[in-house]
């Protein structure tokens, strides 16, 4: 019986409407990837849609040389805001999609001379999400962000730890 009692309180705790995550995100842009760490934090509206917000950090910086001149570059920070569609195929394994916006502070340096400034712009990917423990869960995803006003684009991949609660 006390069995059945801890088992209802996991798949309770498992289902609880908010989630906090931190991980390591990997942003590929044309010439440099930068690692950033990631945290987020989530709400579950209902069990298929919820709202997520992320806040990377940059962890380092980046070089690139054009002939002769080495160009040095990190992320600052980042923050995005996203609504999100999630697929439950099981007790334990879900799918979702995401879409949003976000907002890069960026730095560079180039023959002593240093650059700040920030790219904005549309988010969007999907991934899957594991609990392997109650409230506890690993999430794979991929982001793809298209800034806007030809700053670019990039691909991101992530993985992270996520409680719920």
């Known amino acids: 019986m006390s069995s059945i ?29 930068y690692d950033t760490l990631t945290l987020r934090g989530s709400y579950d509206i209902t069990p298929i849609f919820s709202v997520e917000g992320d806040l990377l950090f940059g962890l380092g910086d980046e070089s690139t040389t054009f002939g002769a001149t ?11 805001i996203y609504g999100v569609a999630r697929l439950p195929l099981n007790d334990q ?30 988010a969007f990917g999907g991934g899957a999400e594991w609990a392997f423990a109650g409230p506890n869960a690993i999430r794979v995803d991929y982001t793809r962000y298209d800034f806007v006003n030809g700053n670019g684009n990039a691909d991101a991949f992530g993985i992270s730890y996520v409680r719920r609660f």
């Open 93 to 122: 394994f879900s799918v979702f999609a995401r879409g949003g916006y976000t907002y890069f502070d960026v730095s560079a340096s180039a023959a002593g001379i240093a650059f700040s400034g920030d790219v904005d712009g549309w």
């Open 5 to 33: 009692a801890v088992l209802a309180g996991a798949a309770s705790a498992q289902e609880g409407p908010f989630r906090l995550g931190a991980g390591y995100q990997a942003i590929d842009t044309d010439g440099a990837t």
């Open 70 to 80: 080495t160009i040095t570059s990190e992320i600052d920070y980042g923050v995005g």
